[in-house]
């Protein structure tokens, strides 16, 4: 079996866990934690990190941190994972909808304008599988309309637009660092931003709301959203192959490129837009041969052994969404073309050259 994805662990990965057994910090005290915060907030060219369990509690508390409440709006891409509707919904706010671009597979930012309200109060945006939202349009809107950015880069570590980097977008950025993103501390997460009250608010958010002065005094309700120093020391040995990982992983997606370019019946991922050169984070592809749709082609590939995952399934058509009383009647085509037609094959950065080509022979008999 070719997993859809494999994480690389051989750096000082080792060396680092071993440290924090034998010094016993195991905990979220320890000094890992701060090393990864200022590591990776300096890669990503912001002032602080906060680094915090997963990237699905990132995103909570990033929203949370905007004063984001009850009768707010934000608008976000339908095309994406339930944690970014998720996070504006527990906040007592609504996530609102915007299709996404067939070629790029990211927010089409065209549609944001017409969606923007009295209630509107923040844009999150989700750089999607290696391209980047196009941001400029994204920038300028905020500007207009006075509203804050929560960008979810969890798929875009070392990416940039226009040659800045993904994670210096937003008044909050949130990255993920499950297994298979691009650096990985097991679970993980981190919030980026520039601003000390927010950052103040994070930090306080993702440990209880304990109070500095009186211990167990609470002024306000927060989360036990901790990283731990284990989880830390990973990320921190993963740090150090930074421009590796991103160099291997662009290596990657072009040696699929070059397999499958002459391929019939498939779009490949761009190799770039007007802003940004594809990461791959996942090497995605959409059956243009309406005859065939994503679920059955991934099963005929599993039969040969080779790991696959689909397409998001879009926020609009969520049952659970569904049972809140959103987007019953909404459609996003493009967002429902990309679920039934769009799958993504191994993409992780255990995956070898050889493993490339027998993925792509196999593909190709069974697009045939
Ligand atoms: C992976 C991912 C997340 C969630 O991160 P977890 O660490 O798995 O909670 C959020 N947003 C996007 C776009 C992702 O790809």
Redesign the pocket.
């Given at each position: 079996m070719i997993p859809v994805n494999e994480p690389l662990l051989n750096g000082n990965e080792k060396k680092y866990l071993i440290e924090c057994i034998d010094t016993g910090w195991i905990s979220s005290e320890g000094p890992f934690i701060k090393k990864f915060e200022e590591n990776f907030s300096l890669k990503t060219n912001r002032k602080y990190g906060v680094a915090v369990c997963?990237?699905?509690?990132?995103?909570e508390i990033a929203v949370e941190a905007l004063g984001i409440t009850k009768g707010d709006e934000v608008i976000m891409p339908s095309f994406?994972?339930i944690?970014?509707a998720s996070a504006i919904i527990k906040s007592g706010a609504i996530p609102v909808l915007v299709d996404s671009d067939l070629n790029t597979w990211n927010m089409d930012v065209s549609q944001i304008e017409s969606k923007i309200t009295a209630k509107t109060k923040a844009i999150m945006i989700?750089?999607?599988y290696g391209l980047t939202v196009d941001m400029d349009p994204v920038l300028a809107l905020a500007k207009k309309y006075n509203l804050k950015i929560i960008e979810?880069s969890?798929?875009a570590h070392g990416q940039t637009y226009k040659g800045k980097p993904c994670g210096s977008f937003g008044d909050v950025s949130?990255f993920?660092?499950?297994p298979?993103?691009l650096i990985t501390t097991g679970?993980?997460?981190m919030i980026l931003t520039d601003d000390d009250t927010i950052a103040e608010k994070l930090r306080s958010l993702r440990n209880l709301c304990f109070t500095a002065h009186k211990r167990f005094v609470h002024e306000e309700l927060g989360w036990n959203m901790r990283m731990t120093n284990v989880q830390a020391a990973i990320g921190v040995a993963q740090l150090e192959r930074w421009d590796e990982s991103i160099a291997r992983k662009r290596e990657i997606g072009k040696l699929y490129t070059e397999l499958l370019k002459d391929t019939k019946g498939i779009q490949l991922p761009l190799e770039k837009t007007d802003y940004c050169d594809n990461i791959y984070w996942v090497y995605g592809i959409l059956l243009t041969d309406k005859s065939k749709n994503a679920e059955h082609t991934m099963k005929l590939l599993a039969e040969k052994g080779i790991g696959t995952r689909p397409f998001f399934y879009p926020m609009h058509l969520q049952p659970v969404l569904h049972k809140m009383g959103l987007y019953k009647s909404e459609t996003y085509p493009n967002s429902e073309n990309m679920y039934n037609y769009g799958f993504y094959l191994p993409s992780g950065l255990a995956l070898t050259n050889e493993q490339i080509h027998e993925v792509t022979t196999i593909l190709k008999e069974i697009l045939i």
């Open positions: 997963n990237g699905t509690a990132a995103l994406t994972i944690s970014c989700v750089h999607i979810d969890a798929e949130v993920s660092f499950y298979n993103k679970e993980g997460g």
